[in-house]
């Protein structure tokens, strides 16, 4: 174990005695075991993973102080996507602003942090539960929803590695 590694490792150790919750991106593979016996849990992330992580999904845990649920999560989106598709012009950011308003619009969320709650009858009583993530859209929406105009066409292309499985042909 290099000096790196070890500190690391013993960082990790002690911020889980502290109780601090912790996210390591591993792509040596070289944490594999402390996450095992710390019973960490472990996400694969790849073509072939079973695992997968909505970038569309609003968790209540990441929803900060204020109101305006939506649009601080669509500004973030707008970032992310600016890195995945490239440096988007004015006019791109727009038409993808009103495409992921869309998409989170079909899933009856809107600009209303109400709608990010449904009711349920829970013991009996109804309550107001925050949306769990099968509520929420996903990529393929954003993809299905794009259409086939000119100008979404390069977002399209661009979000298939995201969204379709490949498997080799032999």
């Known amino acids: 174990m290099h000096g790196k590694s070890f500190y690391t490792k013993l ?7 502290l109780g ?10 070289e944490y594999i075991n402390i996450c095992e016996n710390l019973e960490g849990t472990l996400l694969k992330l790849g073509p072939s993973s079973k695992t997968y992580i909505n970038v569309l999904e609003i968790r209540k845990e990441s929803i900060e ?3 305006g649920y939506l649009a601080s999560k669509i500004g973030g989106l707008i970032g992310f ?3 995945i598709f ?10 993808l602003e009103e495409k992921l308003i869309e998409c989170y619009k079909i899933k009856g969320i809107t600009f209303d942090d109400e709608s990010l709650y449904k009711e349920e009858i829970i013991n009996g009583k109804k ?3 925050f949306k769990e ?6 990529l ?10 000119e100008k979404t066409k390069i977002f399209k292309i661009k979000l298939i590695p995201f969204i379709k499985r490949f498997t080799k042909i032999f």
């Open 133 to 138: 993530s099968i509520d929420m859209p996903i």
């Open 86 to 95: 490239g440096e988007m012009d004015e006019e791109e950011k727009a038409i």
């Open 140 to 149: 393929e929406d954003l993809y299905n929803i794009l259409g086939n105009t």
């Open 11 to 17: 960082l990790i150790l002690r911020n889980r005695l």
């Open 20 to 29: 601090i919750e912790q996210y390591i991106i591993d792509p040596e593979r």
């Open 127 to 129: 309550e107001k539960i």
């Open 81 to 83: 996507f600016n890195l």
């Open 65 to 67: 102080e204020g109101e």
